[in-house]
């Protein structure tokens, strides 16, 4: 070998020894991790709104104990949502602004059927079977009768209210 490959081979390995150097020095530590102080992240309220609060009715509450303060609350489950916007029902009755009808009490906690007054809008849109077709307003009305199964959808949290402004109306 040479001389020049053998400087070349010792500078080679000076350099590699100071960059691991370097690197030994200046890499954190576990302990310099752990020593650091860490950003305090908001903690998000751990309250869940009631129904009430998020505009449900009363009618039908279920109500259960919570075991850290001892006061009655509505109970909400994957089954019982703190908000409702549709409903099953079977027209019972028509009149020229609203529908009576017998829900199936899927938007009661306690799922009791119960008769429901659908009121009708300007923006109420009522659809055929199938969604072919479709009404605006009270003229969606002149399409219901008696006996007729319904989806109803409003806008407002229906939860535990019998009597409720439709957003759509489908004729199953």
Known sequence: MS??????IIVIVLIIAAIGLAVYFTWP?????????RAKLPIA?????????????????????????????????LSVPPVIFNTIATVR??????????????NFADKIPRNITVIFTDSTLTFEKNQSIY?????????????IRIMISSGENIRGKDRFIAKTVNIL
């Open 29 to 37: 530590s576990e302990e310099d991790i752990a020593q650091q102080p």
């Open 135 to 147: 009404y605006e307003g009270k003229e969606g009305l002149k399409h219901l009768e008696p006996g």
């Open 3 to 8: 001389k020049f490959s053998i400087i070349l």
């Open 93 to 106: 009755k028509v009149s020229s602004d609203r529908l009576f009808a017998q829900g199936d009490g899927s």
């Open 45 to 77: 309220s751990s309250k869940v709104p009631t129904p009430q609060e998020l505009g449900a009715g009363d009618i039908g509450e279920v109500t259960v104990k919570d075991n850290e303060t001892g006061q009655e609350k509505p109970l909400v489950s």
